[in-house]
Nanobody, 124 residues
Framework: QLQLVESGGGLVQAGGSLRLSCAAS????????MGWFRQAPGKEREFVAA????????YYADSVKGRFTISRDNAKNTVYLQMSSLKPEDTAVYYC?????????????????WGQGTQVTVSS
């Protein structure tokens, strides 16, 4: 069984930066795909970024393109989300997710495992 643990969330002022981490245990990632999603109060969960573990190719939602960067560390079985130029509308619980096959996926239903989430709050 694969387990995901997110960390790095917190409170930051608009324009600031945060780096989220998602550490996996129990399985390896050689053929997996990973993604970050977020859910704000009263809203549906939305796609943020995805990465193909094998070659690091990434894909972003338009709302975060140019501000967020997804990356991975194979040795640590960890995926990161570097968030810069944060805006109040980025406030949400951020979740990482893993799919057991390679590729880039933007729908939450395409993922097999989920972390517990980490809160990001951006003040104006």
């Amino acid at each position: 069984q694969l387990q995901l643990v997110e960390s790095g969330g917190g409170l930051v002022q608009a324009g600031g930066s945060l780096r989220l981490s998602c550490a996996a245990s129990g399985r390896t990632f050689s053929t997996y795909a990973m993604g970050w999603f977020r859910q704000a109060p009263g809203k549906e969960r939305e796609f943020v970024a995805a990465i193909r573990w094998s070659d690091g190719r990434s894909y972003y939602a338009d709302s975060v393109k140019g501000r967020f960067t997804i990356s991975r560390d194979n040795a640590k079985n960890t995926v990161y989300l570097q968030m810069s130029s944060l805006k109040p509308e980025d406030t949400a619980v951020y979740y990482c997710a893993v799919r057991k096959t390679t590729g880039l996926f933007t729908r939450s239903r395409d993922y097999d495992y989920w972390g517990q989430g980490t809160q990001v709050t951006v003040s104006s």
